[in-house]
């Protein structure tokens, strides 16, 4: 049983928990990272993509409306 429960907690780490913070991350840092923290996200992603892909009908990273002045 305790073994079913440490599968259970580190897949719901593995597929949630760290795929929400890493979308957090991204969303903040996307436009003003450097080349080397970049390749640090695309791993990120690439590790975590089946969690990723499991929130992704939540995920939105269209930019944020800019406000015309006129």
Request: proline share 6%; glycine share 6%; net charge positive.
């Amino acid at each position: 049983m305790l073994v079913a429960l440490l599968y259970l907690a580190i897949s719901g780490v593995y597929l949630v928990v760290v795929p929400a913070a890493l979308y957090l991350y991204l969303q903040k840092r996307w436009y003003v990272v450097s080349s080397f923290e970049r390749g640090f996200m695309y791993f990120l992603v690439f590790f975590f993509f089946p969690g990723l892909l499991l929130l992704s009908p939540f995920l939105n990273f269209r930019p944020k409306r800019r406000q015309v002045q006129g």
